[in-house]
């Protein structure tokens, strides 16, 4: 089993969302986060200049069987990609063991 954490735009959870529903992810949690990126300046918007120090993305924690691992991250980096900076990361870790605590069921069964 894999865990995938993946830190993307507000604006494109939806997609991210339709894209992991469309290939049968359909458990994961997700938080509003607030992080520091690598761009240093800001931008000015309709005479508004924004700083983009504190960027303001969505964060996603998805646990799959290895089998599902690539088509998941697949799925991540075509629906949340823009082609600009912010864009986000994704970070695949394993997982040693899961349990699902209504069944008891634990492994491949705990996630399923």
Do not use: C, P
């Not at 761009?39 to 303001?56: L, P």
């Not at 969505?58 to 599902?68: A, G, K």
């Not at 994704?90 to 069921?105: G, P």
């Amino acid at each position: 089993m894999k865990q995938i954490e993946a830190i993307i735009r507000k604006s494109k959870f939806d997609d991210v969302k339709d894209a992991l529903h469309q290939i049968e992810v359909n458990f994961f949690s997700y938080w509003d986060v607030t992080g520091v990126g690598n761009e240093k300046q800001g931008h000015v918007y309709r005479g508004i200049s924004y700083s983009t120090t504190d960027i303001q993305r969505r964060y996603l924690s998805i646990v799959v069987s290895d089998e599902f691992l690539q088509s998941t991250v697949d799925a991540i980096l075509e629906s949340a990609y823009t082609g600009n900076v912010g864009d986000g990361k994704i970070f695949v870790s394993e997982v040693i063991e899961a349990y699902r605590i209504r069944t008891k069921e634990n492994g491949q069964a705990g996630i399923n």
